[in-house]
């Protein structure tokens, strides 16, 4: 744990040094009525969207988003087993726990995704193309907001393998739809524990108000983890009508969960409604993907990865009082040497603010 402390320390150094000089204003907040309620968020993203089946053909994640909290550990809009939880992680946040100007959220997470190979039919190992696998998941993420700039420091503890129940979820889609089913999940992956430690930093620039606006959004971060380690940067531009006051359009990403806008935020507002266009990216520098490289304590299939990958979005959202719903096509280069072209898929995202 102390290795991982003194990574993530560095990593969060220089990229506060690269995110460049935060707003000092504070921003307000209410506090009241409406204001303590949670964000909820809806993910799905499936290369049916894109007339395929295959790579990363799915991914469906749930996330609550809790209000601005005074803090992690006493605030009393959080359970009491999340404030204990919160007790024992608190070097995570102490030196920001007496920071006035900041907001504060937890993200409760609940997610699973799945990957498969192209031949849909062999039974046997298909040596050049990527194993069957399923990766179910739960997490716990600190948000601390100050102006125009977000960090988020995360937790996602799951498994990979048959009790991710991916080849279930897989078959249960083709069944409904009339599709038919791959045959070589008997393949997958063995079980394994996942583990990730993610951090990541959002800083935005905007020129936006009410009517039409546009708004900057860079981002970076890192995975370290069994499951995957990596460092990623990329960067989101939107232009349209009453841009939302929040971080950008979601997605099954880690550390992408930025929906929730801020608590000085009012639906019944001028603002209330909008609509607007984006183009992001995402580029990672891969070195563990256990999707790619096979399970970490026992045998199974591999491929040879791609050490950078990268993601392309475009797409559009609309969003009017508490409700937000975003689409977007992806674009993900060759993720390992022998695949055949470039990965397409969609990924479709509501947020509900307020939502309990």
């Known amino acids: 744990m102390a290795v991982n402390r003194i990574w993530m320390g560095r990593l969060l150094a220089l990229l506060a040094c690269l995110a460049g000089p ?3 204003a504070c921003v307000a907040d209410p506090r009241s009525g409406d204001y303590h309620r949670w964000t909820g968020n809806l993910y799905f993203e499936n290369d049916l969207f894109a007339e395929t089946d295959q790579n990363y053909t799915n991914g469906i994640r ?43 959220r937890l993200v409760l997470t609940l997610g699973q995704t799945i990957y ?14 990527r194993p069957y696998a399923g990766w179910l998941y739960g997490g716990v993420a600190y948000h601390l907001r100050s102006d125009g700039h977000l960090e988020s420091l995360g937790f996602n503890l799951g498994v990979v393998g048959p ?17 038919k089913r791959f045959k070589g999940w008997d393949n997958q992956l063995k079980n394994e524990p996942g583990v990730q430690l993610l951090y990541e930093f959002k800083q935005k620039w905007a ?13 970076g971060g890192g995975s370290l983890g069994n499951v995957a380690t990596y460092l990623n940067a990329g960067v989101e531009g939107r232009l349209g009508w009453n841009l939302p006051d929040d971080f950008g359009t979601s997605a099954v990403r880690p550390g992408s969960d930025n929906s929730a806008p801020d608590s000085a935020w009012d639906p019944r507002g001028p603002e209330r409604w909008g609509w607007h266009l984006f ?11 256990i999707f790619l490289d096979g399970n970490t304590f026992t045998d199974s299939h591999s491929v040879d990865k791609n050490p950078l990958v990268g993601d392309i979005y475009a797409g559009f959202s609309i969003h009017y009082r508490r409700l937000k719903l975003s689409y977007a096509r992806v674009m993900r280069t060759r993720e390992f040497d022998e695949q055949d072209s470039l990965h397409r898929y969609g990924s479709l995202s509501l947020s509900w603010h307020q939502v309990f």
């Open 22 to 24: 935060v707003g000092a």
């Open 116 to 129: 498969t190979p192209q031949d849909i039919d062999a039974t046997e190992v298909v040596e050049d193309e």
């Open 279 to 289: 183009v992001s990216s995402d580029v990672r520098l891969v070195l563990r993907d």
């Open 207 to 219: 020129d936006s108000g009410p009517g039409l606006g546009v708004d900057l959004i860079a981002h």
């Open 163 to 179: 009790l991710a129940f991916g080849e279930q979820a897989q078959n249960f889609i083709h069944d409904l739809r009339g599709f």
């Open 62 to 104: 749930v996330s609550a988003i809790s209000p601005n909290l005074d803090s992690f550990r006493q605030d009393p809009l959080l359970a009491p087993w999340v404030r204990s939880l919160n007790h024992h992680l608190r070097f995570l946040y102490s030196n920001r726990e007496g920071d006035s100007c900041l907001s504060r």
